[in-house]
T-cell receptor, first 114, second 116 residues
Framework: DSGVTQTPKHLITATGQRVTLRCSPR?????VYWYQQSLDQGLQFLIQ???????AKGNILERFSAQQFPDLHSELNLSSLELGDSALYFC?????????????FGPGTRLTVT | AQKVTQAQTEISVVEKEDVTLDCVYE???????LFWYKQPPSGELVFLIR????DEQNEISGRYSWNFQKSTSSFNFTITASQVVDSAVYFC?????????????WGAGTKLIIKP
């Protein structure tokens, strides 16, 4: 158990809908990262927050947004969902603000868009 | 540009065999970090090791060992006396300490199947 929690574990929704994924980092970690893992594209970095501020942005679509709250938990919002958004979404956390730290991953949220 | 190549898409061996997973990286930076992560069938990625570019000593942890060679830009991972529980997808990743975009570049992963 990495100490990172993600909810929900599974999510099934229809195209055009909006969903929110939630992540709580390990105790003491200030950074939260979001990743998308799909079969055809591997592991894709979406966005990083450090202590409430956006720190780095990867291949995140405009339909997706995220935020980190004062208690350091984070939410990833996915809107206008398309079939291609079906994937496993991971949250990870680390102590520092750089990508040189080891990251600890949550169990993931499996999103299915029908 | 940064790049991580794991040329072996899938490897299948019989239990107790030794197996090496290859990782080749490209970077223009002199300071960088390399990582290995394991993703077992349960799905959760597990951190295995981090190595910085100034430390070329090989690392051994139980049945796991890592061979870092800057001359060939490789950071290979060997499992000795493999066990069925080692079956997983293994990812190699690269981070440049000076990269203002601060992205961790992931390889495509190698699926390791250990047969009993």
């Amino acid at each position: 158990d990495s100490g990172v929690t993600q909810t929900p574990k599974h999510l099934i929704t229809a195209t055009g809908q909006r969903v929110t994924l939630r992540c709580s980092p390990r105790s003491g970690d200030l950074s939260v990262y979001w990743y998308q893992q799909s079969l055809d594209q591997g592991l894709q970095f979406l966005i990083q927050y450090y202590n409430g501020e956006e720190r780095a942005k990867g291949n995140i679509l405009e339909r997706f947004s995220a935020q980190q709250f004062p208690d350091l938990h984070s939410e990833l919002n996915l809107s206008s969902l398309e079939l291609g958004d079906s994937a496993l979404y991971f949250c990870a956390s680390s102590v520092g603000d750089g990508m040189t730290d080891e990251q600890y991953f949550g169990p993931g949220t499996r999103l299915t868009v029908t | 540009a940064q790049k991580v190549t794991q040329a072996q898409t899938e490897i299948s061996v019989v239990e107790k065999e030794d197996v090496t997973l290859d990782c080749v990286y490209e970077t223009r930076d002199t300071t960088y970090y390399l990582f290995w992560y394991k993703q077992p069938p349960s799905g959760e990625l597990v951190f295995l090791i981090r190595r910085n570019s100034f430390d070329e000593q090989n690392e051994i942890s139980g049945r796991y060992s890592w061979n870092f060679q800057k001359s060939t830009s490789s950071f290979n991972f060997t499992i000795t006396a493999s066990q069925v529980v080692d079956s997983a997808v293994y990812f190699c990743a690269l981070s440049e300490a000076g990269d203002s975009n601060y992205q961790l570049i992931w390889g495509a992963g190698t699926k390791l199947i250990i047969k009993p």
